[in-house]
């Protein structure tokens, strides 16, 4: 079956700090992978995605890069702000399956200290 | 162009009532998909439509839970009869079909809180 394992947080960090967040994934067939992010008191919003082996999303100086030969697909940013405080969930929707139902990992809480 | 709506934004209730939330998905969306997250269990899939016929819901926990999508733009999700362990928010989300464009976008969420 699909499955996506994440970093365990919380992951504190300081304003302007790089961070990466991990994600590395199991699938049957060929997935499109996300990374959605989820505000205090907020619904998931899409942060990025990628289709296919080595196209690279990126979005609000996120980035990540969908790498079929480790199956990953880790999250970055060079310089993070109090406002990236959230929660971050990596996703994968497995198109081979014919269902666009999406896998999501178990949320990685970030949290930028000024 | 609206996103997905709603309703209620957050209902309290006493245990052994009945809870209807709802949702109306972003206009020529194929799929309907709602989900429930607890600090506990996570994000959870509950049930998923396609064109308005439901297609899994072996997320759903037990019978007391029910959804139903009579029209293109309007689902619910029943609770009867509630029980504390229904605490949660629930997220309602739809996408289109095909490939690139299943994202799913997801409503602000219900949070419910049983008594």
């Known amino acids: 079956g699909n499955s996506v394992t994440q970093m365990e947080g919380p992951v504190t960090l300081s304003e302007e700090a790089f961070l990466t967040i991990n994600c590395t994934y199991t699938?049957?067939?060929?997935?499109?992978l996300f990374w959605y992010v989820q505000y205090p008191g907020e619904g998931l919003q899409l942060l990025l995605k990628?289709?296919?082996?080595?196209d690279k999303g990126s979005n609000k100086g996120f980035e990540a890069t969908y790498r079929k030969e480790t199956t990953s697909f880790h999250l970055e940013k060079g310089s993070v702000q109090v406002s990236d405080s959230a929660v971050y969930f990596c996703?994968?929707?497995?198109?081979?399956?014919?269902?666009?139902?999406?896998?999501f990992g178990k949320g990685t809480k970030l949290s930028v200290i000024p | 162009d609206a996103g997905v709506i709603q309703s209620p934004r957050h209902e309290v209730t006493e245990m052994g009532q009945e809870v209807t939330l709802r949702c109306k998905p972003i206009?020529?969306?194929?799929?309907l998909f709602w989900y429930r997250q607890t600090m506990m269990r996570g994000l959870e899939l509950l049930i998923y439509?396609?064109?308005?016929?439901?297609?899994?819901d072996s997320g759903m926990p037990e019978d007391r839970f029910s959804a139903k999508m009579p029209n293109a733009s309007f689902s619910t999700l029943k609770i009867q009869p509630s029980e504390p362990r229904d605490s949660a928010v629930y997220f309602c989300a739809s996408s289109l079909a095909g490939w690139g464009q299943e994202t799913q976008y997801f409503g602000p969420g219900t949070r419910l809180l049983v008594l």
């Open positions: 439509f396609n064109n308005n016929v439901p297609i899994d």
């Open positions: 699938a049957t067939g060929y997935p499109s």
């Open positions: 206009s020529g969306h194929d799929y």
């Open positions: 990628a289709t296919k082996a080595d």
């Open positions: 996703a994968l929707s497995d198109r081979g399956a014919g269902s666009y139902q999406l896998t």
